[in-house]
């Protein structure tokens, strides 16, 4: 029997559901809830902006590694070592810097927080919460967000890739002859990176601060002596060198902002980990450390290039003096591997916000702190981007190839990201006009020019991140469709909950000892395993409680909060309803559910370790002629057959579980 017939435990729903703000409001149980009390943001401002230092900014710290050797390297030396093409690409930075990162992210964008928590799935989530589930809007929104979060999925691919391989090739200029080492090393390093996933960054985290601190100093430290060597460099601080630039030579700029726009990789981060730390502590590690670290060094890089043009080789590394460049090789090398930590730990997150709005099938979660209910652990994705980090690598053995299929990767996601915002400051917010044109005019425009000079290096490796999304976007549009369709002939299986609870009245069927825990999605209809088990033993147990978990728009809620209990029937049958709310960054977990709605209602009276849990489990196939036309039903049964375990998924002791259920062929 193949996978999609044994168990489609992703398609049989599960105890979840999604809570719609499209509902009346005596059926919404909350709006906005505050984040757990133990929540990081009320921490002192200094640990949290050096734990931001180290999570936060590892990617665009690490983009001076590569971003202007791209430049000047991209379509053959087009960008030419010159005064006036110096000048020019280094306003460029400067500016794009400015204006996406510190204008857009850090003063706009982290002002639309979902309760706390920023991302591009927690802005759909947001949108959707305020619009409504119905609307023509939040439709468009979430389709927007599916994009972007594919987008982001090859980002996290091709990051840890880049990033290590351009710390290593730093070698080449101690000795041009180490040219050999680089990918070694580069798998060596990545190798044991994904390796170590599964322990998470709870340990190794508080060591991510001083190493990025130490990074940021000596991007500062390398700068500074070009400068003063050259302090011309300096004039391109005004954007006319940009504008001159793309006047004079507009093919030329064309192609430089294709690369340019890998200066501000990582800029999605600042928004994606604010739930983790805040924004001011975001926003203090940006202006005082990152940024002027940053405009440090590529002022410096620019001012190298104009006194020596050989440097274009491998600007970053040439700042060194030759004594230095093998510590600054080590040291880059731990840079980016914090940087590539980050993306990944920002896949997982990413995954179960995606599961969560039912764009993917049910994963394995694993928490890897107590304190931190952000550091997750998704074992199937983790190996995922690992085997697409090493196809990569083989494919194109080189960073300067890899960051042509980076720049539409950062481009779409930033672009994706700035239409949402819009959306929700015009449809929500209600910001005025002029302000949305302002906005446009600074930020979208420039995003858009970013995103057509990389759509240039389409057939140069640009390719690669457009098929990630494009398979991504597949999976989730099938998933979300076919999760539908199933969910509908699930229900007309299980029947109405209230006409069942009825029969067991009527009927007064046997009662045999015990607690019995049933999840299920909702109050409405009756679990497949309660359902089953009447039908075939003819009995039930003395207390039957049905857990339904609710995945609510915001990201956490109060474990106080979270479950609410209702008597079925006439108050004599002794089955009860259990709702546990949660926000899209907390646990599912059934026994803590069980728990917490202790004593809530009379049947909940009870041991909580002494129940016994049945899981409805609803194997699928296919039926009918097996052709090219049903690949969707194909792939839905595939997706169906490797969703996470429910067992595992709800926390349920698998001593104490029973799997029973029904058959659908579809």
């Known amino acids: 029997m193949t996978a999609p017939e044994q168990a489609a435990s992703g398609a049989e729903g599960g105890a979840q559901r999604e809570i719609s703000a499209s509902e009346p409001r005596a059926q919404r149980l909350t709006t906005v809830i505050p984040p757990e009390p133990a929540d990081v943001r009320h921490g002192p401002l200094a640990p949290l902006a050096l734990a931001a230092l180290g999570v936060v900014f590892g990617d665009i710290g690490t983009s001076p590694l590569y971003s202007l050797q791209t430049v000047f390297s991209a379509n053959h030396n087009a960008v030419a070592p010159t005064r006036e093409d110096v000048l020019g690409v280094i306003s460029m930075v400067l500016w794009a810097v400015t204006l996406v990162v510190s204008f857009k992210y850090v003063f706009l964008v982290m002002r639309a927080d979902n309760d706390g928590e920023g991302g591009i799935l927690a802005l759909v989530a947001l949108l959707r919460h305020k619009l409504g589930d119905g609307s023509r809007l939040a439709g468009v929104a979430l389709m927007i967000g599916m994009v972007g979060a594919a987008l982001f999925y090859g980002d996290s691919v091709i990051t840890p890739a880049v990033s290590v391989m351009s710390a290593f090739e730093g070698l080449t200029v101690v000795d041009p002859h180490m040219e050999e080492l680089v990918l070694p090393l580069s798998l060596v390093v990545l190798t044991m990176l994904f390796a170590v996933q599964r322990f998470g960054t709870a340990t190794v985290g508080r060591f991510f601060g001083p190493v990025m601190v130490s990074w940021f100093g000596v991007l500062a430290a390398l700068g500074i002596p070009q400068i003063a060597a050259n302090p011309e460099i300096l004039t391109a601080v005004s954007p006319h060198y940009a504008l001159a630039f793309a006047l004079r030579r507009p093919m030329v700029a064309f192609i430089a902002m294709g690369a340019v726009v890998l200066t501000i990789t990582g800029a999605e981060a600042l928004y994606a980990d604010m739930g983790h730390f805040g924004p001011r502590p975001i926003r203090v590690s940006w202006f005082m450390v990152v940024f002027p670290a940053l405009a440090i060094n590529y002022l410096g890089q620019g001012a190298m290039i104009l006194r020596d043009p050989a440097t274009i080789a491998n600007p970053f590394f040439h700042l060194a003096p030759s004594w230095a460049t093998l510590p600054l090789v080590i040291l880059a090398a731990a840079a980016t591997v914090i940087a590539s930590q980050a993306v990944i730990s920002g896949a997982f997150s990413v995954s179960r916000q995606a599961t969560r709005l039912g764009l993917l099938p049910r994963l394995n979660v694993k928490h890897t702190s107590k304190q931190e209910g952000g550091q997750i652990y998704v074992g199937s994705i983790n190996w995922i981007l690992f085997v697409g980090v090493l196809l990569l690598i083989g494919i194109f053995q080189s960073s300067a190839a890899l960051a042509s299929a980076y720049g539409l990767a950062v481009t779409g996601t930033l672009l994706l990201t700035t239409l949402l915002f819009l959306l929700l400051a015009q449809a929500v917010w209600h910001v005025k006009p002029w302000k949305l044109v302002v906005a446009i005019v600074l930020v979208l425009s420039v995003e858009v020019v970013f995103f057509a000079a990389n759509l240039a290096k389409l057939l140069h490796g640009g390719w690669l991140p457009l098929v990630i999304a494009g398979l991504v976007v597949t999976v989730m549009m099938v998933w979300r469709d076919g999760y539908a369709k199933v969910q509908a002939s699930r229900a007309a299986m299980e029947g109405s909950l209230d006409d069942f609870v009825e029969y067991v009245h009527q009927n007064r069927l046997p009662r045999v000892p015990g607690v019995a825990v049933f999840p299920h999605p909702d109050r409405l209809t009756t679990p497949l395993a309660l359902r089953d088990n009447v039908e075939f033993n003819h009995v039930m147990h003395e207390r039957v409680v049905i857990v339904s978990i609710v995945n609510e728009n ?96 709800f926390h349920l002791p698998p001593e104490r579980t029973v799997v029973m259920g029904g058959h659908l062929e579809i």
Do not use: C
């Open 554 to 649: 915001v990201p956490h809620i109060h474990h106080v909060d979270r479950a609410t209990a209702q008597e079925l029937g006439y108050g004599q049958d002794g089955i009860v309803h259990v709702q546990y709310r949660v926000g899209f960054n907390d646990s599912q977990d059934v026994p803590r559910a069980v728990y917490w709605s202790h004593g809530k209602a009379p049947e909940l009276d009870f041991n909580p370790d002494e129940a016994r849990y049945f899981v409805s489990v609803l194997r699928l196939s296919h039926k009918g002629t097996r052709t090219l036309r049903t690949w969707r039903k194909q792939l839905f049964l595939w997706l169906a057959g490797n969703a996470a375990n429910q067992t595992a998924v």
